[in-house]
């Protein structure tokens, strides 16, 4: 199985967005580096559609000192995008559409309609069904290491997405950059959505690695204190 790390900003009180997800970028300059910085040492980087439509991200590794850096590590020049949708609708118009610098690849389940997974076989590099319902991660993330040769994964939300491998038990490492800023509200989604844990055993456990204040934000590193699914 790949490597699977998570890199989120947040509010101090745990918010990647505002309730109406107008805002979702509040990070300083140094956490956007951090960002390219992190995508460096991956061979795919992965997203959730909506995600992907609201950030206008393509998933790119940067400018060309962090292109270079990518081949310091040992990697391709560019990483592998990788876009999550378990019911295959995502936006054809999408920003990241319009660049074809690297590979493309869907993931999505058996909700996705025949003429949804023919429009997205048309944009992407490859579509994998991966489930009847739900995206089976452990099985998708086989296939993503077996045929595309990925062994390091970064995933940068949303927070559904993220949910997901932490309930399959798939996370070995997360950066998060706490912003102090309160955003506040039920509606705005957290580093880890979705149906969540009905008690404390069920909790993902995590060590904390390091911690480092750079201004007013923290930049703290937590790796798993467990594998497996839950």
Known sequence: ?????????????????????AVHSFGSARDVEHLYELRATAD??????RTVEISRSILDPGGESCRRRRLKHGLAEYNLRIIVSGSGSIDPKAEIFKKRF??????????????KLARLRELADAVKVCGNREIDFRRALAWLH????VQRLLCEGGGELNGALFRAGL???????????IFGGRLAPTIADGRGMMNLAGAVRFQLQSARRVGNELFAVYKAEKSGAI
Do not use: Y
């Not at 077996?146 to 040769?149: L, N, R, Y």
């Open 102 to 115: 690297s590979p493309l690849i869907v993931l999505t389940t058996g909700r996705a309609s025949a003429k």
């Open 171 to 181: 996370v070995d490492q997360i950066h998060l950059t706490i912003c102090p800023k």
């Open 1 to 21: 199985m790949p490597f699977v790390f998570i890199n989120m900003a947040m509010t101090a009180d745990g918010k990647i967005a505002t309730a109406n997800r």
């Open 44 to 49: 795919a980087v992965m997203c959730g559609a």
């Open 146 to 149: 077996t045929e595309w040769g």
